[in-house]
């Protein structure tokens, strides 16, 4: 039973585009979220996160957006740059679950195009 | 220098063949944790250690066993490695005062059971 769902396995954007990661979750429990991001032959980079109690965080070219009533959340770059192509992972947690425990979706491979 | 190192960085080898992957951290952190990454599945939690006389069964613990020999330091052993155990193992670690913080990541290691 996969809790956490990154349904689209990969992405292509043009650089200067924007570029939108969208994942899903089912356990109402989560109530922190996490983004990562991985290059091959590197393990995953910690890039962004967001607690139930906000609705949006930014970060520079990164904003994570989080929608409860629907349990989704979503990823912006924004311009999207060719040193993104990465796959990215959404990660959630929850006090419940023990806090410093993490699910992970299936991750997104992200490509950018000049 | 790395601040979560693994060794090695990939291993063969052959059915019923104990093995074991080491982790060894210089952040200080008191919790560790090993995950594998499958293609299409992300990563699943194994085992995690919230300090040294802390160990705790994850998602997927079964044929696998792990140690924590120090704070710095968390192995994880396959006593009788399998084909379906093929796959990219990272271990991680967390710490700091709050209820939720990063996980920081090794490089991985690649192991392939024949």
């Known amino acids: 039973d996969q809790q956490v769902k990154q349904n689209s396995p990969s992405l292509s954007v043009q650089e200067g585009r924007i570029s939108i990661l969208n994942c899903d979750y089912t356990?109402?429990?989560?109530?922190?979220f996490l983004w990562y991001k991985k290059y091959p032959a590197e393990g995953p980079t910690f890039l962004i996160s967001?607690?139930?109690?906000?609705d949006k965080n930014e970060d520079g070219r990164f904003t994570v957006f989080l929608n409860k009533s629907a349990k989704h959340l979503s990823l912006h770059i924004v311009p999207s740059q060719p040193g993104d192509s990465a796959v990215y992972f959404c990660?959630?947690?929850?006090?419940?679950?023990?806090?410093?425990?993490?699910?992970f979706g299936q991750g997104t491979r992200l490509t950018i195009n000049p | 220098d790395a601040d979560v190192t693994q060794t090695p960085r990939n291993r063969i080898t052959k059915t019923g063949k104990r093995i074991m992957l080491e982790c060894s951290q210089t952040?200080?952190?008191?919790?560790m944790y090993w995950y594998r990454q499958d293609p299409g599945l992300g990563l699943r939690l194994i085992y995690y250690s919230f300090d040294v006389k802390d160990i705790n069964k994850g998602e997927i613990s079964d044929g696998y066993s792990v140690s924590r020999q120090a704070q710095a330091k968390f192995s994880l052993s396959l006593e009788s490695a399998i084909p379906n155990q093929t796959a990219l193992y990272f271990c991680a670690t967390s710490g700091g005062q709050g209820s939720y913080n990063e996980q920081f990541f090794g490089p991985g290691t690649r192991l392939t059971v024949l």
């Open positions: 967001i607690s139930s109690i906000k």
């Open positions: 990660a959630a947690s929850a006090l419940g679950l023990g806090a410093q425990k993490l699910v």
């Open positions: 952040k200080g952190h008191d919790r």
């Open positions: 356990n109402s429990m989560f109530d922190y």
